[in-house]
């Protein structure tokens, strides 16, 4: 019961990147300029996905909803930590902290998944092009995003289960701008060895399996295109994989270091700044790795105004 007092009672204070006053409007800019346009850029893609019928295919099916994953993942953060700057507090409630948790997780998941099933596409589309609209039709399409969600879904509900049993003193302070999991149970007044065993255990399922997955169909999307002839061909098959390939090494790059930095450096700051990379920078860039590098995305606006100004 007294583990309960203390879990219903608890306040987090989250410590941010920099207690220096002076940056507080600087990071204030920053981080709000970086916000709008991860929202601008994604919402531009999902717009041109869902308006232009020639990008009415898997692939730019599973970019729309990875753009709207991105929107999800930095809204998670972002807002809360531009309300705390306003406001001069550091102030999360236990019931915001342990929501932050539950879709940042979610969120990350979720992307993971997405990359690994844009992947597979990929893999279809070069290796078996003749099949690729039988395999890829819509109701897998949408079979493979739903099973996305609902797995990490779940996996992250039994997360935040195994949270509420733990308990908190007032006030406990973390090193960080959100409340990431690793952190929150770092600062636990009770045993969380359970936490910690089925934390390694799903970061190793969900993340060696996908990261396998996408391995996996590289490594037969090089076989099939090292057995091309045309140079030209290859070229052309490839450079439909450049940006997701772009994503991914973005993605994952990222995520290896926000994992070196907190098992290897031990500094809150460090860690703080790799979470940056991770959580905003990442969401962000993937807009722009995609309309610069693919023609048909970078068409797309132009054909929407074309047909907005043929209208009368």
């Not at 065993?197 to 399922?205: E, G, K, P």
């Not at 076989?223 to 091309?228: E, F, T």
């Not at 995520?255 to 700044?273: C, D, E, K, P, R």
Request: include cysteine; charge should be neutral; hydrophobic fraction near 50%.
């Amino acid at each position: 019961m007294e583990a309960e007092n203390y879990t219903e009672l608890s306040e987090f204070l989250l410590l941010g990147l920099s207690g220096a006053s002076e940056l507080q409007p600087v990071l204030f800019g920053l981080f709000l300029s970086m916000y709008l346009v991860t929202v601008l850029g994604n919402l531009l893609i999902i717009l041109a996905v869902s308006s232009d019928s020639h990008l009415h295919t898997p692939m730019y099916f599973f970019l729309s909803n990875l753009s709207f994953v991105d929107i999800c993942f930095i809204s998670t953060t972002v807002p809360k930590m531009l309300v705390n700057i306003q406001a001069q507090s550091k102030d999360i409630s236990y019931v915001g902290c342990l929501t932050q948790v539950y879709f940042l997780m979610m969120f990350a998941g979720t992307d993971n998944f997405l990359l690994t099933v844009m992947a597979y596409d990929r893999f279809v589309a070069i290796c078996h092009p003749l099949h690729y609209t039988v395999i890829m039709n819509p109701h897998l399409c949408g079979l493979l995003v739903l099973a996305s969600w609902f797995i990490i879904v779940w996996v992250s509900l039994v997360h935040i289960l195994l949270m509420k049993r733990l308990a908190f003193s007032i006030g406990t302070e973390i090193p960080h701008f959100f409340c990431e999991l690793a952190q929150v149970l770092k600062v636990a007044r009770s045993d969380t060895l359970l936490n910690n065993i089925i934390l390694y255990v799903a970061t190793a399922l969900l993340g060696v399996f996908p990261a396998a997955g996408i391995l996996f169909s590289y490594s037969q999307i090089i076989s099939s295109l090292m057995r091309m002839s045309s140079t030209e061909g290859k070229y052309e098959a490839f450079s439909t994989c450049g940006s997701h390939l772009c994503v991914v090494s973005l993605f994952y790059g990222t995520g290896l270091g926000v994992y070196l930095s907190s098992a290897v450096t031990h500094s809150s700051q460090s860690s703080s700044m790799a979470s940056v990379m991770y959580t905003m920078v990442t969401p962000m860039l993937n807009p722009f790795i995609y309309s610069l590098r693919n023609k048909d995305v970078k068409a797309a606006p132009g054909r929407l105004l074309s047909r907005a100004d043929s209208c009368p």
